[in-house]
Nanobody, 111 residues
């Protein structure tokens, strides 16, 4: 059974940082492209970032230069380092492979 469990969300002030983690199991993590997506209140899902099995990364324009995606294949864990957070980054953040999505972790950016 595929499991994707996100953690690390919370309340942070504008300009602050958070690091999200996603613990993966039930599939061959090291061979999988992994993605972060988010859903702001009242909005649809928005792609945030991707990291391929080879380590190639891609970012949405809205987060490029502020967010960094990474992976630790030895730990089957995906990360998203988020710096210079803005109120517009407030959303539920989900990790996913090509077929499954986790339950999400809430990120709230507010003073």
């Amino acid at each position: 059974e595929v499991q994707l469990v996100e953690s690390g969300g919370g309340l942070v002030q504008p300009g602050g940082s958070l690091r999200l983690s996603c613990a993966a199991s039930g599939f061959t993590f090291r061979r999988s492209s992994m993605h972060w997506v988010r859903q702001a209140p009242g909005q649809g899902l928005e792609w945030v970032s991707t990291i391929t099995a080879a380590g190639t990364t891609a970012y949405a324009d809205s987060v490029r230069g502020r967010f960094t995606i990474s992976r630790d294949n030895a730990k089957n864990t995906l990360y998203l380092q988020m710096n210079s957070l803005k109120p517009d980054d407030t959303a539920v953040y989900y990790c996913q492979n090509d077929d499954h999505r986790g339950q999400g972790t809430q990120v709230t950016v507010s003073s």
